[in-house]
Each structure stands twice: as C-alpha cells, then as structure tokens.
C-alpha cells in the first residue's frame, strides 16, 4: 500500500452467506474458477458450468486441467458476483470426477451447456462439494479514494 492511499476509516463488516445463498450464487453466475493441485503445481482455471443435483458440472478438453483431475481430484471452486452494492463470493471444496456414464451425461444436462471457448470440449467433470462457504461486503462502505 502506498503511502498516498486512504484506507477506509471503518471496514465494512464481512457477512457470512447461508448454504442457501451460496447455492443461489452459484446458480446465478456462469462463469467460476477451477483450482486444481498437481504434481506440487497449483492452477486456476476459467471455467463455465451449471449446477445439477448439489453439484457442479464443466465441460473440458483433454490437456492440463484434465491430467490435474485424474491425478489430484481434490479441488476447490470459487464464484462471485456483485450487484452494485453487494460483491459476494462463495467457495466449495470437492472431489471432482470425470462422467462416463452415457445416462449419468444424459440427466445432469452437462451436454448442453456450450462452452465459451471455441476449444471442442467433449469431456464431462463434475464437482461433488465436501464443503460450501460463502460472505459479502457492503461496498457501499467504500469511496472512491478508498478503492485505489
């Protein structure tokens, strides 16, 4: 920090969401953060997803984040959102796995979902949560100063 910028004289209080909300979030944006561990390397990747069933569904092509997968399926997963006032963000810890089941596909819609990116992504993942948090900030509390 430098020595010209003001921090806010009070900080906005931090506001736990309920597992409720975190799954309103989740729902609500497209686009979320993959974090894998593999081989003593941490990765982040863009993803888009949907949400079926309490977990969380991605489309992927073969190459790193597939390899970080099969060798390290503990992952955590973040989404955030702000509208204008509230930013809020939620994370989930899980084990994610690869789809091969034809039906399993079938049902969790996963097939539909088109990906962002123009890379053909046949590979189906899905995140089964061990944990979900979440909080939000009143950045309505901040002023511009406050924000460089």
């Known amino acids: 920090m430098s020595e010209s910028t003001t921090a806010p004289t ?5 506001t736990p969401l309920s ?3 975190c799954w309103s979030l989740l729902r609500s944006a497209a686009l979320g953060r993959l974090a894998t561990a593999a081989k003593g390397l941490v990765d982040i990747f863009p993803v888009n997803y949907l949400i079926h069933e309490g977990t969380i569904l991605f489309r992927t092509a ?3 984040k597939l390899f970080s997968l099969a060798s390290a399926p ?3 997963f973040e989404a955030d959102s702000f509208d204008g006032r509230w930013h809020s963000s939620v994370v989930v810890h ?6 091969e089941d034809p039906s ?7 097939r539909y979902l088109v990906s962002w990116s123009h890379t053909p992504k046949s590979n189906f993942v899905r995140i089964t949560p061990t944990d979900i948090t979440g909080r939000k900030v009143d950045r309505s509390a901040f002023t511009a100063p406050d924000l460089v």
């Open 104 to 110: 399993d596909i079938e049902a969790s819609g996963i």
């Open 74 to 76: 503990l992952v955590a």
């Open 62 to 64: 073969p190459g790193s």
């Open 94 to 99: 899980g084990r994610a796995n690869v789809l």
């Open 19 to 21: 597992e409720d909300e």
């Open 10 to 14: 009070v900080w906005p209080e931090l």
